[in-house]
Each structure stands twice: as C-alpha cells, then as structure tokens.
C-alpha cells in the first residue's frame, strides 16, 4: 500500500512538473511560484535575428541552443523556428528534415499546423509534388478549423493544376476560396482559379475570377508581377474586354519583367497587335521592331517582320528610323518572299498568300496566278485554301474581262483553258466572252459547243445557227433561222435572219429559196451598195435561167478599189465569169467573149483558167472564127484526164466541121450554127 500511494505521488508531481514545462514555453514571461525564470540570452538573440531576416545567423544560434539547452521549456519553439530558417534560407532538405522532427516530437504543438505547410511548401520547392500534396492532405485532416486551412487547400490545387487534374484543381481551390479572410490569398485562390478555367478553355468563368481579384482594395499586382503566366492571362482577359490600352500595359510589363523568358517575345507580339487594333500603328512598329532587335532567332522576330511588311503595304509612309531592323516595313515585297521560305508554315503560308494579294492589287494577273498555283501545290491543305481559290477564280476572272475589253481573243482562250478547273461558277457572262472569243478566233465547233451550253435566248439562237452556217450544218442552221423568223418581231434581227438564211439557202443550192431570201432582205432591210450580194443574186438568177435579171444585177457591181488601191482580184473573176456565162447562154458571144477575156485577168487557179479558156474557145468557135477557137483550145492545160478529153473533143469538131462546112449549113439553121458570118 505504502509502494502504491508513493508511485501515485510520483505521478501527479510529474504531470505537474509537464503543465508548468508548456506554460513556461508558451508564455516565457509568466513566473512559477515566487522566483521567474529567465530566458537565456542565446536564445533571445537567435529569435532578434529571425525577426529582422537575418535567418543565417538565427539558425546558427538556435543550433547552439539547442546544444546547450536540451531541457529547456523553449526546446520546442526553437526547433520549429530553425525549420523556419532553413525554409527562409532555401535549404529544403534541411528544412524539411528539422519540420519532420519537430512535428514528431511536439505534433501538438501550437506551430504545428504552420511546420505543416512549409513541410509541404519545402517538398514542393524540391520538386516533390507527390509527398507535398499528401503533406497538404494530412494538414487538412490532422488540423481541422485551423487558420491555415484555406492555404492547405489552395497548395493542394495548385499540385493538381501542375499535374492537369484540372477539375480537381477546381474543386480544391473553391474550397480554398471558402471564408477566406486574407485579401492577400483571397486573390492568389482567384487567379488560380481563373488559371484553371484557362486551361479548361472556360473563358467566361476565367474572366469571372480574374475580375474577382482585381476587386480586392489590395493591388493584385504584386502577384501577378511574380506569376508571368497568369499575368499573361489577364493581359488576354483585358484583350478580349476590348480593354486595350490595360492589354499593352500587361503586355510590355511582362516583356520587361522577364525578358529572358521564351513568354517574353510573345508578348511584345500581342502588345503590338493591340496596338493594331487601336490604330496606333507607329507604336506597334516600335514594339515590332523591339522584337526583331531583341529576339532576331526567334519566330516571333519573323511574326515581327510579316507584321511590319503588312503596314508596309496597307500604311505606308509612317516615320521608321533607318535602322535594319525596319527593313520589313520599307521592302514589303522582299519580306514576303523571304518569308515565303520560313520553317514556320503557317507564316510562309501566309507570305504566299500575302504576296498573290500584292500582285493581284498591282493587276499583275498573270504572277497572281503563278503565285496562287504555287501556294496550292505547297499547302495542298492550307488554312487559306478557300481564300486562295476565290482569289485564283477572281484573278482569272478580272483577266480574262480585261483582255475581252481589248479584244485579246487569242489570250482569253488560253487563260481560260489553262485555268477552267480552278473556276467554280462559269456563269452565262463568262461563257457567252468564251463562246464569243472562240468565234471570234474561227474556232467555230467549241463556239458551237460552248453556246449550246447557255440558255436559248433569242439571241443565242441566233449565234448557234450562225456557227451552224460557219461549220457547214446548213439544214440545221436554216431550221434554226426559220423558227426564229417566224417569232421575231425586231426589224434589225429580221433582216439580219433574212440575209443568213438566204446565205445558208445559197450554199445548199436551194437558189430560188435563197433569191426569196435575198430580195427580200435588200427589199425591207435596204442594205447599203454590196457588190458580193449583187453577185450572189445574180448567181442565184443564173441558176434558174434568168439570164436578164442576172445580167441586171451583174451591171450594178462596181469593182472598189482596196486600202492598197488594187481591185478585189476575186469579186472581179466572179462578176465577169458569171456576166460571160449569163452572155453565153443567151448567145450573145460577143459580150460573152469580152467578159471572159476580162477574167482572165484576176483568175489564178488553173482549172478556172482552163474553164475560161474553153469558154473563149466556144465563143470564138459559135463566132465562126476557127482558128482563133483551134488556137484558144490548144493553150488549155492538159495535166488531167478530163481537159485532154475535152480539148481532143473540141480540137476534132473543130476540124469534121471544117471539112464538112458546105454539107451541115444545109441540115442546120443558122441560130444554131452561130449564124452566119
């Protein structure tokens, strides 16, 4: 009994002797009893130099503490203040072994929630996000309610964005965000968030949180200052709120902040851009030109360079110091071509492109084309695509109208031939030039073929029988032409039907047809003085053995002299072949041999010089002067099988007729001996 109430003694003055330990070490100033313990000096100076950031010089003297006082109250505040120097100092490792000893000894302890956070804060320095998110866990769990709560959450977030776990990052930080008192963490947790949203492309819900911080009385600067990413963020969120000139701001801050970083000349890009936008196209030049001067080897100094040859081109003129780097903007052509070979394809993409719309406002339509066709083949599935065949097909276009203002048949045959696949819309303007240029060039059947695809407007129907008329489809055209005729109610449309269906009536030997036709026109449409009509109707006379009407409209032909002061050679032959021939049959030898002496003038063929000849032959014969007939056949070329017959003929008659003179003058009348002479 007496062993039992000495150990229960023992006990209760040792649980005492704990109670005054903690009160001593939590409130060092509180005296036991009478006498006050002192705190040792070593100790108080340690703690001044943690207070003023001298945490080299504190960690060495609570080292030395802790040496020299194991059993002092202040044991436990002084081995979490040492983790706290550690921490201070960036040595991590230290730090974190010094926080894992003094939660394992005191895990109750006041300063154990805070040991907690750097504990994880400290493996997260070194890149241990693992173990500092189960660190941040545990503080959750094991330090319910307390003040650090929020920024157990928020660091937990922070771990779950850098592994993308978006959505949970989310989560985490809205919990963090919840009773948040400190504006300071209030808006750290807010530009997470908008981060988050960022990544998840929620624009909306970004801009939302990002507007929250910016609501706070504290500046959000300062942490954006230190977070370039997130900065660069909200320098996009005042872009899109078309909040520009806080845009540019962002933007150079950032470029100035950190121009080391692979972000900075990107932002100098964006700042230029928004100048853009804001027409403040000296200043996006500056900024331009401060990449291409700063950052040369990078894409965004080609970016600079694109920009620049743009304003060259859409703003010339503005004032660029004569430094290299403005080259871009006084050459915009050579910029363009030598960004045309850029490793960046979006940007030689563009370069191409860029350099079609150059030509094509230059109206150089034929490089246009050259340039586009170009592009097609390197970017077969370019963004621009679609741009770059609306341009081709209005290149080709605009070229093709051009050149039909000048009449340049030839050349829109080409153009279009060569270009057609790239034409998506062949519209009835465009086919009826194309039509017209292939008539134009005597392509007759890919006229036909062309007009045959447009509709059959009236006036269409009449080309198509034209080409018909050109190509030698005579029933067709004259089919054509009737119908047409028939509905027409234009005088200037009906007599031009008149004259081509007499015309197509001529060449398919229709003739009576073709003198209705033909008088007809020169009756209603009275045409001017036309030689070849003249003939032409007289030929048509001629055919049915109206030989007076022939010879009328035969005598009205005058031979006009050409721009050279020489007759047409072949109108001539014509009229005095058919005047000879129209004598001829009306036996009027003498007329009939002076026409055909005439045409012997202009005909250059050989069979109508032998036709001619025979025919002077026989007016010389039905004239009874035989030798002058012997004399004329015999100059006619025998190089065929036909005129040696013929002349063999005429050459015998000639001679049993000259034998035989007495015996036929009394079986033949004179009319038909060619009378007597």
């Given at each position: ?38 705190v040792p000096e070593l100790f108080k100076e340690a703690l001044q130099a943690f207070q003023s950031g001298n945490y080299k010089e504190a960690s060495l003297k609570l080292k030395a503490f802790l040496k020299k006082y194991s059993y002092n109250p202040l044991v436990k505040r002084a081995i979490f203040l040492l983790g706290d120097c550690y921490y201070y100092l960036d040595e991590y490792e230290k730090a974190i072994k010094t926080y894992q000893q003094a939660l394992q000894s005191y895990p109750l302890y006041s300063e154990a929630p805070k040991a907690t956070l750097f ?559």
């Amino acid at each position: 009994m007496e062993r039992r109430g000495l150990c229960l003694g023992f006990k209760r003055m040792f649980i005492l002797g704990s109670l005054m330990i903690h009160i001593v070490a939590f409130y060092p100033h509180v005296t036991l009893g009478t006498e006050a313990k002192p705190v040792p000096e070593l100790f108080k100076e340690a703690l001044q130099a943690f207070q003023s950031g001298n945490y080299k010089e504190a960690s060495l003297k609570l080292k030395a503490f802790l040496k020299k006082y194991s059993y002092n109250p202040l044991v436990k505040r002084a081995i979490f203040l040492l983790g706290d120097c550690y921490y201070y100092l960036d040595e991590y490792e230290k730090a974190i072994k010094t926080y894992q000893q003094a939660l394992q000894s005191y895990p109750l302890y006041s300063e154990a929630p805070k040991a907690t956070l750097f504990l994880g804060r400290a493996y997260k320095k070194l890149g241990s996000l693992t173990e500092a998110d189960r660190v941040f866990q545990k503080g959750i769990k094991g330090y319910p309610g307390n003040k650090y709560i929020n920024e157990f959450y928020y660091e937990r977030g922070l771990i779950a964005y850098e592994f993308r776990e978006l959505e949970k990052a989310i989560g985490l930080l809205g919990k963090a965000l919840e009773n948040c008192k400190d504006a300071h963490l209030y808006i750290k947790i807010c530009f997470a968030l908008g981060d988050a949203y960022t990544a998840l492309s929620n624009y909306i819900a970004a801009r939302n949180f990002y507007q929250e911080a910016f609501k706070k009385r504290v500046s959000p600067y300062v942490y954006l200052r230190s977070h370039p990413i997130t900065y660069f963020n909200v320098a996009e969120m005042f872009l899109n709120n078309r909040e520009y000139i806080k845009a540019v701001r962002a933007y150079l801050e950032i470029a100035s902040l950190y121009p080391q970083a692979a972000f900075a000349p990107k932002a100098l890009i964006k700042a230029g851009d928004t100048c853009l936008k804001m027409e403040e196209y000296q200043k996006a030049l500056k900024i331009y030109g401060k990449v291409i001067r700063l950052y040369p080897e990078t894409n965004e100094a080609l970016i600079s360079k694109f920009r620049m040859a743009d304003l060259g081109i859409e703003k010339p003129g503005l004032k660029v110091p004569l430094v290299s780097y403005y080259e871009a903007y006084r050459h915009p052509w050579d910029t363009y071509q030598e960004l045309a070979k850029s490793s960046l394809p979006e940007l030689a993409e563009l370069a191409h492109f860029r350099m079609a719309e150059l030509l094509f406002k230059q109206n150089k339509f034929g490089e246009t084309i050259k340039v586009l066709k170009e592009y097609l083949t390197l970017f077969p599935s370019g963004k621009l695509r679609e741009h770059c065949l609306n341009l081709l097909e209005e290149t080709v276009l605009l070229w093709i109208d051009q050149l039909y203002k000048s009449q340049q048949y030839l050349a829109i045959l080409k153009i279009f031939l060569q270009n057609a696949d790239y034409l998506k819309h062949k519209g009835e303007v465009l086919l009826s030039k194309i039509a017209n240029a292939y008539y134009q060039v005597g392509l007759y059947e890919e006229a036909l073929n062309t007009y045959q695809s447009l509709p059959l407007d009236p006036e269409n129907v009449l080309k198509i029988a034209q080409l018909y008329y050109l190509v030698g489809s005579y029933p067709d055209a004259e089919h054509l032409l009737e119908g047409y005729l028939q509905t027409s109610s234009d005088a200037g449309q009906r007599c031009e039907i008149s004259q081509l269906l007499a015309e197509t009536c001529y060449k398919e030997k229709k003739f009576s047809k073709a003198l209705v036709y033909y008088l007809g026109f020169l009756d209603q449409c009275h045409p001017a003085a036309s030689c070849l009509l003249y003939v032409k109707i007289a030929d048509c006379y001629a055919h049915t053995k109206a030989w007076d009407n022939a010879i009328s409209f035969l005598k009205k032909v005058m031979f006009e002299k050409n721009s050279t002061g020489h007759v047409d050679k072949n109108l001539a032959k014509r009229t005095h072949i058919l005047l000879g021939d129209c004598y001829y049959h009306k036996q009027n030898f003498e007329e009939a041999l002076e026409n055909f002496n005439q045409a012997l003038f202009y005909v250059v063929d050989q069979d109508e010089i032998n036709f001619v000849l025979y025919r002077i032959g026989d007016c010389y014969k039905h004239l009874d002067l035989i030798a002058k007939a012997a004399s004329t056949y015999q100059k006619i070329k025998k190089q065929d099988t036909f005129w040696q017959a013929l002349v063999r003929f005429s050459l015998d008659n000639l001679s049993w007729g000259k034998k035989n003179k007495r015996y036929i003058s009394l079986f033949m009348p004179a009319s038909l001996n060619g009378g007597e002479r």
